[in-house]
Nanobody
Framework: QVQLVESGGGLVQTGGSLRLSCAAS????????MGWFRQAPGKEREFVAS????????YYAGSVKGRFTISRDNAKNTVYLEMTYLKPEDTAVYYC??????????????????WGQGTQVTVSS
């Protein structure tokens, strides 16, 4: 059974930093893309960032590019999201996601995938 568990969310002031982690279990994910989405109150869930299975190419939403960095540790089945220069508009629940199929690039919503329960990030002004 695949399980994704996010951690690292919290309350931070504008301009601050946070590091989110997502630990995956239930299989080896070295052949799977991993990524992050977020959902702010009253808004739709949106893509934030993803990274390919070979720990190479990363993709970012325009709103976070240059401020957020995604990385992964395949030995630990864990993906990270380093968030810097946080803004109030970054406030959202952040979800970890893994496509159900290997070798699928994750840029938008996966057709099928596994989702974590989410971790709250709140940026105060």
């Amino acid at each position: 059974q695949v399980q994704l568990v996010e951690s690292g969310g919290g309350l931070v002031q504008t301009g601050g930093s946070l590091r989110l982690s997502c630990a995956a279990s239930g299989r080896t994910f070295s052949s799977y893309a991993m990524g992050w989405f977020r959902q702010a109150p009253g808004k739709e869930r949106e893509f934030v960032a993803s990274i390919r299975w070979n720990n190479g190419t990363a993709y970012y939403a325009g709103s976070v590019k240059g401020r957020f960095t995604i990385s992964r540790d395949n030995a630990k089945n864990t993906v990270y999201l380093e968030m810097t220069y946080l803004k109030p508009e970054d406030t959202a629940v952040y979800y970890c996601v893994v496509p159900a199929q290997p070798f699928v690039v994750l840029i938008g919503f996966p057709k099928t995938g596994y989702w974590g329960q989410g971790t709250q990030v709140t940026v105060s002004s």
